[in-house]
Every structure is written in C-alpha cells, then in structure tokens.
C-alpha cells in the first residue's frame, strides 16, 4: 500500500459524553464490530464511578485499565480506525480536552431519555473551536426516551450546530422497533440480544406494503415522520459536516448493538482522513513526507515498581519509523525510539512503523512532556489547547520537611502529565495547585505517596480565577504587576497571571487598566 492510500484510510476519532450516556458502551460495541473483540464484556471501562472518589485503589486499578483502553486501534473494511477514548469524569475533563487535539473527528454520544447535558454542551464547545466534525449517536432508545423532533431541536440549538438525521427511530421503549437508516435506505428490526449482530433488510421504496409486514402500524408512522424529516432537515451534505457546520445525527441502543453498525459503516464512509495541524510557524500537512508528531498525553509510573512513563504522540505528517532519529523541540536533542508501540484494541505491541492519524506509546523516563513537538529535524511547535483557568486552588505546602525533593519532582511530574496546573506567586514563592475537581487534589495527594514518597499538605486558597494577562503597551503590564503584586503568578511557562480573589476585583481590575486583556484561557 502507498504511504497516500494509508493515509486516506485512517480514521481517527474520540468518542464523548456525559457520564452515563453510553460512551463506553458505544466503544465496546464499535470494537465488537471492528472484530478487535469478541464478546461483549471484554474491555471494561475506564470511568471512575460515581461515589467511588476516595477509593483510590479504584483509581490506581483503572489508570491500569486506561492506559491499555485509552487509544484502540482496529481494521473495518479497508480502514485503520482510531478511537481515543477520553475520561469520562468531569474532574478531568481537561484530560479530555487535550485527547481533543489529536483526533479528526468526534462522536457525541446522548442519552435519548435525558437529552443534552451540560458536560456534552462544554466538549461541544471545544469541538466547535477547533472546528472539529461532530457525529450524534443517541443511545438507548430501548428506554423510553423523548420524541426524535424534540431530541433533534435540542441538539440542535445547545450545542448551536446545523442537524441532519442519517437513521430514524421506530418507536422507543418497549415498543422499540429498530432504525430505518436514511443513508443507505435499510431497515434494521431490533432485537435485545446483546452479543448477537442482525442482518438488515434493504427498503429503497418506503411505501412497499412489506414495511407493513415487518413493523405494523408504525410503518405510517415512520412513512410520516421520514417525510417530515426530509421536509425539515436540509440534505446530507459532506462537506458541511468536514467543515464542522452540520452534524450528522444517528439513533440507537449501543447496549444491545443496536444501530451501531450503521453508524460505524457510516462513519468510515464520511468521517474525514487525517487533517493538516498548525504549528506557530506552519501548517503541516499529513502527506508531506518528513514526519512530525506532539505528545497530547503522559501516563506515568503505571507500574510502581518501574518507573515508565508512556507518552502518545499523534502523527501528523510523514512516516514514523523505528530506531530512526528524531528531534524533540523543546529540549534541542535527537532521541530514537527503540520500542514504540501501537494500540491495537486492549493490546499493545511493538510496531516497525505508523501513519499519520496513528497514535504510538513511547516509552520515557521524563524526557516528554505534553505539547512536546517530535519532528526529522525542522524547528515547529504544534499548537496545543490552552490551558483553562482552573476552577479551585489550594496552596500546596511539603507535609515531611525530610523530603521536599521528592515533593518537588513529584508536583513537576504530576503536573508535566498535565493532573492539574501549577501557579508560582511572585509575591512569595508559594506554590498554588490548580484544579477543575476536587478528585484531582485527591488524586495528587495519594500518587505523592505512593510513587514519589512525598508528603504533601493543602492550605485553602479562595480564588476566582487564574487570568492570563496581555497589552500592546508593556509600561501598563509593569504597572499592573507592581500595582498587584500580592496577587501576581507565573505559571508552569513562566508566563504571568492575575489571580483574582473574586469576579468583583476582576471587575475593578479590568475597569482600572482597559488596555489590559484578561484571559482565562493561556493561548489568545
Ligand atoms: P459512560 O461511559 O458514558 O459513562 O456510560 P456507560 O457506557 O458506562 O453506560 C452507562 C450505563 O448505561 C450502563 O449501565 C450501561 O449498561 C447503560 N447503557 C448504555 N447503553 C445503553 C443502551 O443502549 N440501553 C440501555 N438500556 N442501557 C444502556 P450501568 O448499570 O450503570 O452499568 P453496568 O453495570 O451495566 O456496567
């Protein structure tokens, strides 16, 4: 095969939603499917369970599970598909977010009884950002759910995108009767079995009386509805989905299979192969023949007893070859990678090579850190996500003044990970962890324990928010500084940061030097 036709022929995506709306389901069966696994069961998944936020043997168990389930790799009919799967735990859905940058396209997975959630509403919002194609599956329409117009209407105005049906439900519920899948013209009549996979009937011509056979007095139903469906909803166009403008919206039960092939068959058929990525210099494009990569996640010391770390690099470009030397940007040194390895379901292996849209695990002792750009030898920076301010901060203070050391490599490598963001006060020196959950403080208090045998303390800290400061005159920016000084940051880049007590002092702070911009993101 051609380095162009392996291109082309990947697909690689994350799959999102709301706790509880089925992601994990949705991946387990598209493995099912994809023939990486046989029966059903077989990956568990990665989520920490509601309740489940102080058992930490739970977390260690499945950051275990998460390394093997967190890129699963399978071939479908000709296509080399890649689903990253992504925490479903708000806490670190900064974790999600950076997994974000490194796939195509996304599938957005919704509860057919609960609608749009607020977590599906802020992934949306990434995606929307970065332009990023989006595909809805909603899932369990075995259960009594809400009317499909009113589901559609829903996602199309929270998460503000243009939608398109691709299959039509038949009934819901117990009176569930499958999907008429719009794409291909075929009826799939449902069936609970969870490991079996059903045949589908062809029906190009809805009015063929045999609809009557299969499905009986719904079937003027679903001819009303697919008619209204037609009249409503603009045509299925390919390029408004690549260009992120429309999504594509399929229903199913991915508990028991249920229109998952059609939306995996879908899928490979319309999802785009892997894009251009920009860095600060330029844009890069998959074909160009000299590889590049970054590194968009960091699971470190898996295993206490070694210190390994595995970095995933998402290529962007080129072919990625074993043992080759390649140059890590940041640091300005050339490194070869002697064992990489590819995900391939819940199984890694060594691989001699890999394609643009492939994520490999590199194996690492410290040297990675997220964001980091891998290239031939040519001098860019991919662009990451920004870093978003926080929403809670503690002072973290050493516990065991016999090792501060370890505390202190411990914080650096839990935060090069990316668990949580560390702020330094220029004012004295104190270091303020920065969080979006609760779980994420506990999470660094247990792993300084138990991998680097540091003991650490957190002191309560009331902040609003961690604001990324800018002005086209530098003489405002030192006054400003000096002005705040007490409450004056630099993060883990050095750069500085307003930490605001309150949305009040924000306030004041921001009517007092208008040439200031506030961000609460660390990229503008
Ligand atoms: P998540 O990763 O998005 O958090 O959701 P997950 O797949 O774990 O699914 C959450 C719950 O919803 C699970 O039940 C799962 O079995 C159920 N579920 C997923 N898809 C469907 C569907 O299509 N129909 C129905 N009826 N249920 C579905 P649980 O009881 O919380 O967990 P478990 O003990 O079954 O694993």
Not at 241 to 253: K, M
Request: charged share 30%; hydrophobic share 40%; proline share 5%.
């Amino acid at each position: 095969m051609t380095f162009l036709e392996e291109i082309k022929r990947r697909r690689t995506f994350g799959i999102v939603s709301h706790p509880d709306a089925g992601k994990t389901t949705l991946t387990e069966k598209l493995l099912l499917f994809g023939g990486a696994i046989r029966v059903a069961g077989a990956v568990k998944n990665n989520k920490i369970k509601k309740g489940a936020t102080s058992d930490f043997m739970e977390i260690e168990r499945q950051r275990g599970i998460s390394v093997a389930t967190s890129v699963m790799g399978f071939e479908y009919s000709g296509y080399k598909v890649n689903i990253l799967d992504t925490p479903g735990h708000q806490d670190f859905q900064e974790d999600t977010f950076r997994t974000l940058t490194a796939v195509d396209s996304v599938i957005i997975v919704i509860d057919a009884a609960k609608g749009v959630e607020p977590q599906t509403e802020k992934l949306m919002n990434v995606c929307r950002m970065r332009k990023t194609p989006v595909i809805v599956f909603v899932n369990k329409m075995d259960r009594p759910a809400q009317d499909p117009f009113t589901l559609m209407d829903e996602v199309e105005n929270q998460l503000k995108i243009k939608v398109r049906p691709l299959s039509w439900p038949i009934n819901n519920g117990p009176d569930f009767k499958g999907v008429y899948n719009i794409f291909n013209r075929s009826l799939k009549l449902f069936t609970p079995d969870i490991q079996e996979i059903q045949e589908r009937i062809k029906f190009e011509d809805l009015s063929d009386p045999r609809l009557e056979d299969h499905i009986g007095s719904d079937a003027e139903v679903l001819r009303e509805e697919l008619e209204l469906v037609e009249g409503i909803y603009p045509e299925f166009e390919q390029d408004e989905y690549l260009s992120g403008n429309l999504a594509p919206v399929f229903f199913g039960s991915a508990l028991y299979n249920f229109g998952v092939q059609e939306l995996l068959d879908s899928f490979v058929q319309i999802a785009p192969i892997p894009q251009p990525s920009t860095t600060e210099e330029r844009v890069i494009d998959p074909k160009e023949e000299a590889f590049s990569g970054f590194v968009f996640k960091i699971h470190a010391n898996i295993d206490p007893n070694h210190r390994s770390r595995i970095a995933f690099v998402k290529i962007c470009s080129g072919r990625f070859e074993r043992n080759k030397v390649y140059k890590n940007i940041r640091l300005g040194k050339t490194f070869r990678i002697s064992s990489p390895t590819a995900f391939m379901a819940s199984q890694k292996e060594v691989i001699d090579e890999a394609f643009p849209g492939d994520i490999i695990g590199v194996p690492d002792t410290g040297n990675l850190i997220i964001g980091d750009t891998l290239t031939e030898g040519e001098e860019i920076h991919f662009k990451g996500l920004p870093s978003f301010s926080p929403e809670l901060f503690r002072f973290v203070e050493n516990a065991d003044p016999m090792k501060s050391k370890q505390l202190a490599k411990g914080v650096d490598q839990l935060m090069d990970e990316g668990v949580a963001q560390l702020f330094t006060s220029t004012f004295n020196g104190r270091k303020i962890i920065g969080t979006v959950g609760q779980l994420q403080f506990e999470v660094i208090q247990y792993r300084l324990e138990h991998e680097y045998n540091a003991k650490c303390r957190f002191e309560p800290l009331q902040m609003y928010k961690a604001c990324w400061i800018e002005s086209d005159d530098p003489k405002v920016l030192t006054e400003f500084k000096k002005r705040k000084y007490q409450k004056m940051a630099k993060d883990k880049l050095g750069r500085d940061v307003f930490m605001a007590d309150s949305s009040f002092i924000l306030q004041m702070a921001q009517d007092e030097f208008k040439s200031i911009r506030f961000h609460f993101t660390s990229e503008f």
